[in-house]
C-alpha cells in the first residue's frame, strides 16, 4: 500500500511541479522544478530542483533532464555551488543519485576552486571541515570522501590562492 502510495505522489508531484524549458537549439530536453505548481508559478530554481532529486521525488522518465538542469546551475555559477552549506549536502545527494554520471558532478563540486567550492572554503579557513555521518539515513556515502578533502586538501599543497 505505501508503494501504491508513493508511486502516486511522485507521479502527481512531476504532473504538477516539473515542466520542460529550453536552453538552446539542438541541446537535450532540460527539466526543471517549479517554485509551487507550474500552473501557478513560472519561477523555478536549482534548489527546488535539487531538493526533489535527492529525496527520490524525480520520475524515472524526468531524471536525467532535472540531473542535466541542476549541474548546469551549478557548473555556471560564478561563484561554485550557488547556496550555502546546509543545501548542499542535498545537492550532492542529488549529483551522487545520478548512476549515468558515475559522481562526476558531486566530485566536482567537492573539488571546485570556486569561492563556494568545499575544497576553496576548506583552504581559506584552514583546519574547517565538515564531515558528515553516513548511515541508514543516507543510503549515499560521502564521509569517506569529504574526510578525504578535508584531511589532505590544504595539507597536500592544494590551494586556490585566496587564504
Known amino acids: 500500500r505505501l508503494d501504491t502510495a508513493a508511486q502516486t505522489m511522485r507521479a502527481t508531484f512531476n504532473k504538477l511541479m516539473v515542466r520542460s524549458i529550453t536552453r538552446e537549439q539542438g541541446a537535450a530536453e532540460v527539466k526543471v522544478v517549479c517554485d509551487g505548481l507550474c500552473s501557478d508559478v513560472n519561477h523555478t530554481s536549482v534548489h527546488s530542483s535539487f531538493y526533489a ?12 533532464g532535472v540531473f542535466a538542469y541542476v549541474k548546469r546551475r551549478i557548473e555556471d555559477s560564478p561563484v561554485g555551488f550557488p547556496g550555502g552549506s546546509y543545501p548542499v549536502q542535498f545537492a550532492l545527494m542529488a549529483l551522487y543519485s545520478d548512476e549515468s554520471d558515475g559522481g562526476h558532478a558531486a566530485f566536482d563540486v567537492l573539488v571546485s576552486r570556486k569561492k563556494h567550492g568545499w575544497l576553496a572554503m576548506m583552504c ?40
Open 124 to 163: 581559506v579557513l584552514r583546519g574547517t571541515c565538515v564531515v558528515p555521518v553516513a548511515d541508514d539515513t543516507c543510503p549515499i556515502v560521502l564521509g569517506s570522501v569529504l574526510h578525504l578533502v578535508c584531511s589532505n586538501a590544504c595539507v597536500a599543497g592544494v590551494d586556490n590562492g585566496v587564504g
Open 53 to 64: 532529486l535527492a529525496f527520490g521525488l524525480i520520475s524515472h522518465e524526468n531524471r536525467a
